[in-house]
């Protein structure tokens, strides 16, 4: 089992700023691709960006680009979700984890299988 360990969630009025970090402590991110979810009470689990190994190759979902970005460094094992011009709606639990596969489609990404092991989340809630 793979241990991610999220930080950097909390509350934030619309408009704000926050910045999700996740760590994979004793495990080298250099060779794997990395990626967030998220997941809102009653809500299906939602794809939010994903990075490729060496940082080349991003995925955003529609409702987080130009707002969102994810970048990782590799020497510190750490990806990053910055996460800016937040929204009400953005509200959900989110969630560091490893694609089984680099997806080819937004179907694909919107799959909720797209993603393995995962960390325990961190709450992000923005309020109005």
């Known amino acids: 089992q793979v241990q991610l360990v999220e930080s950097g969630g909390g509350l934030v009025q619309a408009g704000g700023s926050l910045r999700l970090s996740c760590q994979a402590p004793g495990r080298t991110f250099s060779n794997y691709n990395m990626g967030w979810f998220r997941q809102a009470p009653g809500k299906e689990r939602e794809s939010v960006a994903a990075i490729n190994w060496n940082g080349a190759s991003t995925y955003y979902a529609d409702s987080v680009k130009g707002r969102f970005t994810i970048s990782r460094d590799n020497a510190k094992n750490t990806v990053y979700l910055q996460m800016n011009s937040l929204k009400p709606e953005d509200t959900a639990v989110y969630y560091c984890?490893?694609?089984?596969?680099?997806?080819?489609?937004?179907?694909?990404?919107?799959?909720?299988?797209?993603?393995?092991?995962w960390g325990q989340g961190t709450q992000v809630t923005v309020s109005s």
């Open positions: 984890a490893v694609p089984k596969k680099w997806g080819s489609s937004e179907k694909e990404w919107g799959s909720s299988d797209i993603f393995g092991s």
